[in-house]
């Protein structure tokens, strides 16, 4: 964008020189001169800029200049943005924002109105770009294309192509980041079309979008794809001196490419390009070093790998000399993963030790916070290959230190990658540690020590479901607090960047004072906004001991870790707690798989299903409830679990299921049970949607016949509203929902495990009004509901994952005030459903539990279907009930006690005043 800065200063210097409004010739020199001077520190000193371009802007104002104003408001934006001073572009956005309006008939007129208008959406985008609301940047950057790619060839020029394809390859980042690469991939394609259309004279453009474009395609693991771009990308640099970096860039890339085919001879070419290159550009020697190792630990050669390590190890070291760096502690760890992979155990140890003792001399920031997570991680994997249990456990917890400093810095999907590649095994390594001690000594407090590195995990897959989701709004906390927020995270973030590679007196000041700031912010949110604190910051978990205080004495908790190579169990009642290891193997996960996809088909068949899922519950379950008597079950599910109703497994092979013997819930983590255990809605009020899904109404979702009948069934048994057909809309539910106990929704709940955010509820389909209700509105809703039901889910769930769907859907409704959700793990037939839903709130009136209410409701179906068809699982088990399960209401028996009670007052009056007459 450095052009487009250029013309706008060129610009606003031609505006002074023929401006019929102004013939001030002195106003003219000084404005000039002041330009001038603010280019020169425009990209090095930013209070030197900044001083120019205020005084631009006073004189601007003087002679009620409005143009020359925009013009050096936006220049003074490029130098803002340059140095991450966001808190300054807030305040230019401001300004600008009041210019425009109120000089918008003139601007109107101006030849450069479009340049203007676009300007400042372009540096809002950025603005938000830069605090990570992606959503609020991506409107930004979207107006700026709608803008401009309907102008005529002639009424373009190299500034407004510059914005658009600048706007373009913007969003294609953001969807970069969130892992949406498809997505991504389209915004880079469409600026290269577009670039090619309007034939753009600037073909550096289009080589360099290629090249993004054959990044995104390697992501993607379209290798091949990848290599056509990347390789015209690198034959334009070649041949028109694109410069050195650029070329050992896209022919390091190439080398990967080729690696990963296993096409070694294609690697070697891209690494003689890379070595004819780094000749010109000696700070680069080391990435030649770099890939040369990777050629040769590809093909097994160990010594001669460890041998270019070494000399990337003393590059960096030189490079550095007496400034410690996080580079240095990156080259030692290399060292120490070849040897780990090599399996030469003691010298990974030495070299990660060597990191770790390094990094202690680097000033603290996220980039060395997350190299230390790496090593530590790393290390206590190999101290459990040779037994030191006792000491993985200790470097397991100092990792979980760091992973706690780390939690609020994550925003995007390369921190939700590095969240399950480098911090979810850390809490692998911490289980099998304990596992094996425990089996070592039968030590009791062991298994509340696994409990701890379990519950922990769970406050990763939060974290991780947020990144997903992409909540950029969150009920009753001001926007100006999360925006704050975001600013002097991402200045801290800059300026940490910046005092890694030089050391700086100033900055060294600057980021002093931004993190004192931080530090009072978080202490202000802790405050005055607890969920959001709890759900961002707060790194504190339940114990063990504190679970069986609050567990009833009827009930059982299970709490699964589904692991990379093991899944672990833990089973809590009030008196007692065990643990179990399963070996996790390929075998077990397509069996879980089978038997998810056996109970969603109403026609598989059902003797193969229970033979199939009698095996899941002796493998998985059966161990872990064995030795129990409590009848109701709180299951913590973890992985490919998540897909598992438990209740559907059989016990006997036949159709014998876990229904008839135990009450299932789940939660997502014992901690966020007490959270939600703490919550009590006296409020039993129901409301109740049911939209119509049809042709008329231009929907793909299938109807539900059933729906209005299932709603208005639930108000036998509970006071309230049911809205139906055109009522049932998304309006009424935003202006209603807060005054209501229960909410009950008969509509399509679409749950996406690739996209989180993109699951949605559907209300009743409206042309002129949005019908989607997506995860991330959850997040600013403030609901005080005892539950919410959702009786016809649908999952987009394609390649199992972790869940991720419902479980972002499920923390959504949390955050926003309800204290348990009932939902559907497939789409049920629509008239199971009614038949179920009606037996359920029947159950809860007369004061069961929520587990018990669907426990009942399940049985008596299974039991009045026992001969036919509808008792497949696929029928009633998909129900399954979530968070705080206590007593909507109280139980109907308490009249007796009060009427009991009555009798033996009134008894022992009688008696009293017959003993008195007596006398």
């Known amino acids: 964008m450095k052009s487009s800065l250029l013309f706008l200063l060129v610009l606003g210097a031609f505006q002074l020189a023929f401006s019929q409004a102004n013939n001030d010739s002195l106003y003219s020199v000084n404005v000039t001169s002041f330009y001038g001077k603010a280019y020169q520190y425009i990209y090095s000193k930013q209070d030197s800029a900044y001083y120019y371009f205020n005084k631009i802007n006073k004189e601007a104002q003087k002679h009620h200049d409005f143009e020359t104003f925009i013009s050096s408001t936006c220049a003074s934006n490029k130098t803002a943005a340059y140095f991450y001073d966001l808190e300054k572009m807030k305040h230019n956005l401001s300004e600008l924002d009041s210019v425009v ?20 959406d372009f540096d809002r985008g950025l603005y938000y770009f830069r605090l990570n609301n992606y959503s609020q940047s991506r409107e930004n950057f979207t107006s700026i294309i709608t803008s401009i790619e309907s102008l005529k060839e002639s009424e373009l020029n190299v500034n407004l192509i510059d914005l658009i ?31 090619e259309t309007k034939k ?18 390697k992501n993607q693991n379209q290798i091949e794809s990848s290599n056509v771009y990347f390789k015209k990308s690198l034959a334009y640099n070649l041949n028109n001196h694109g410069g050195s970096n650029n070329i050992i860039t896209e022919a390091n890339h190439l080398l990967d490419n080729y690696l990963s085919q296993s096409k070694t001879d294609s690697a070697f070419y891209y690494l003689d390009i890379i070595k004819t290159y780094v000749v010109e550009n000696a700070t680069k020697a080391n990435i030649y070093h770099k890939a040369k190792a990777k050629i040769h630990e590809a093909t097994n050669n160990y010594n001669l790998a460890l041998q270019e390590l070494e000399e990337v190890l003393a590059l960096t070291q030189e490079r550095w000399k007496d400034n410690p760096h996080n580079d240095v502690a990156i080259a030692y760890k290399k060292i120490g993963d070849l040897h780990k992979k090599f399996n030469n155990y003691d010298k990974a140890l030495v070299h990660y030790d060597l990191a770790l003792n390094y990094l202690k001399n680097v000033n603290t920031n996220d980039l060395k916070q997350q190299t230390d997570l790496k090593l530590l991680k790393n290390k206590s994997e190999v101290l459990n290959t040779f037994d030191l249990h006792t000491q993985s456990l200790k470097i397991t917890h100092q990792a979980l230190k760091i992973l706690d400093d780390l939690k609020p810095s994550f925003k995007n999907n390369e921190d939700k990658l590095f969240l399950m590649e480098e911090a979810f095994p850390v809490f692998e390594s911490a289980l099998e540690a304990n596992f094996k001690l425990f089996a070592e000594t039968n030590q009791d407090s062991l298994i509340d020590s696994a409990f701890y590195y379990s519950e922990k995990s769970k406050s990763v897959l939060l974290m991780e479901s947020i990144l997903s989701t992409r909540a950029t709004e969150f009920a009753n906390i001001p926007k100006k607090i999360t925006e704050q927020e975001q600013v002097l995270k991402s200045r801290i973030t800059h300026l940490e960047k910046e005092l890694n590679q030089s050391k700086k007196s100033e900055l060294e000041s600057e980021l002093f004072e931004a993190k004192k700031s931080y530090r009072e912010l978080v202490t202000t949110i802790e405050t005055e906004y607890k969920s959001y604190f709890d759900l961002k910051y707060n790194a504190k978990v339940i114990t063990l001991k504190e679970v069986q205080a609050f567990l009833n004495s009827d009930t059982a908790l299970v709490s699964y870790f589904y692991g990379n190579n093991a899944i672990y ?15 996790r193997n390929q075998e077990l996960d397509d069996a879980i798989i089978s038997v998810y996809n056996m109970l969603s088909i109403p026609k598989s068949d059902l003797q193969e299903l229970n033979k199939m899922s009698n095996e899941l519950y002796l493998k998985v379950l059966a161990p872990s409830i064995t030795n129990i008597s409590e009848k109701n079950v709180i299951i913590i599910s973890d992985g490919l679990l998540n897909y598992i109703p438990f ?13 008839g013997n135990y009450a ?33 109404n231009n929907t793909n979702l299938l109807a539900l016949p059933h729906n209005e009948t299932e709603v208005e069934g639930i108000l036998n048994f509970f006071n309230g509203e049911t809205l139906t057909g055109s009522q049932a809309s998304l309006q009424n539910f935003n202006s209603k929902s807060a005054n209501y106990g229960i909410l009950h929704f008969a509509t399509h709940a679409i749950l996406d495990d690739i996209n989180p955010e993109y699951s949605y509820l559907a209300f009743q389909p409206n042309t002129t009004e949005n019908n989607l209700l997506y995860v991330s509105d959850l997040y600013n809703l403030n609901l005080n509901t005892s539950l919410v039901a959702l009786s016809a889910c649908e999952s987009g769930i394609g390649n199992l994952n972790r869940g991720e769907g419902f479980t972002s859907l499920a923390r959504g409704f949390y955050f926003s005030g309800a204290s348990s959700i009932a939902s559907t793990l497939w789409k049920i037939n629509d008239a199971s459903s009614l038949n179920i839903m009606n037996n359920f709130y029947k159950n809860l009136s007369e004061g069961d539990d929520k587990s018990t209410a669907l426990n009942k409701a399940q049985m008596s179906f299974l039991n009045g279907n026992s ?5 497949h699982p696929y029928y009633w088990s998909g129900f399954v009930i979530s968070g705080n399960t206590s007593a909507i209401v109280k139980s109907n028996n308490t009249w007796v006690w009060f009427t009991l009670a009555g009798i033996g007052v009134l008894a022992i009056g009688f008696l009293l005043i017959k003993r008195r007459k007596s006398n």
Request: hydrophobic share 35%; charged share 15%.
């Open 867 to 871: 001969q036919n068809a509808l008792a």
């Open 647 to 659: 209740s559907s497994l059989s016990i006997n092979g036949s159709s014998q299921y876990v229904v």
């Open 664 to 696: 299932i819930s789940y939660v997502n983590s014992a901690t966020l049970l007490k959270q939600l255990s703490e919550k009590e809605s006296i409020n039993t009020n129901v409301l109740a949607f049911a939209p119509s899904f049809n042709s008329l």
């Open 101 to 120: 309006s109120k000089h918008h008939k003139e601007l109107k007129e101006s030849p450069h109105y479009l340049y203007y208008i676009n300007t400042i």
């Open 200 to 217: 753009a004279d600037d073909i550096s453009k289009i080589n360099r979008t290629y090249s993004l474009l054959a990044e995104v395609l």
């Open 569 to 583: 169990s833990i089973t809590i009642t009030k008196n007692n707690k065990s643990i179990q290891r399963i070996i």
């Open 165 to 195: 394809t600048s706007a373009y390859s913007f969003i294609a980042k953001m969807y970069t980041n969130d892992g949406k690469f498809n997505l991504a991939k389209d915004y880079y394609v469409k600026n290269i079309q577009f670039l």
